[in-house]
């Protein structure tokens, strides 16, 4: 059971303290009248294997350019292997970078793959990647914004996420750019 589950209804609370070194989210629990402290999750920055990022200082750390990512058309619709299968687990994120447009997050949902973009609709930043994943939804690690993995669809108010289409071969994870 997930450390944000309870009984009663919670509300969860952004340390703005925190947003250099790491992302902690508290959830407050209002019980009788009176909020006390109920949980805190902090999660410490991914390593930098797991985030592709374009860097033009290191060529080893960057995804290649997206046209050196294999490219084939089905049905009139462009596919571009992004990543390995197993680059993509489950309850964690996987960035692939392609340029400007495309900054996607893969996420394992049931043992699926789903993409989303990766760029939250609140304030634009790229961090969908590095949220908390939890019973197909992913929660923003800037700003708490709660997503449905599958359909993209905000579990609050305010916009959603684009959701591309994604499939899983044994040469990798191919993804629909349209």
């Known amino acids: 059971m997930s450390p944000f589950r309870t009984a009663w209804p ?20 209002k019980n009788s009248g009176s909020s006390s402290l109920n949980t805190m999750h902090c999660a410490r920055p991914r390593p930098s294997s797991k985030v592709r990022k ?33 680059d993509v ?22 043992g699926v793959v789903r993409c989303v973009t990766n760029i939250c609709p609140h304030k634009r930043e790229a961090a969908i990647h590095d949220g908390f994943v939890d019973d197909g939804t992913v929660t923003c690690p800037m700003h708490a914004w709660r997503f449905d993995i599958c359909t993209g669809k905000n579990m609050g108010v305010g916009g959603g996420l684009k959701t591309y289409s994604a499939r899983e071969e044994p040469d990798g994870i191919w993804v629909a750019m349209q």
Do not use: K
């Open 10 to 29: 919670t509300t969860i609370i952004r340390s703005r303290r925190s947003l250099r070194s790491r992302s902690c989210i508290r959830a407050w629990s």
């Open 54 to 86: 374009a860097s033009t200082s290191d060529p080893t750390s960057r995804s290649p350019p997206m046209r050196d990512h294999p490219r084939r058309t089905i049905d009139g619709v462009e596919w571009v292997r992004v990543c390995r299968s197993v």
């Open 89 to 110: 687990t489950a309850r964690r994120g996987f960035r692939v970078h392609l340029d400007i447009e495309f900054d996607l997050a893969l996420f394992r949902v049931n």
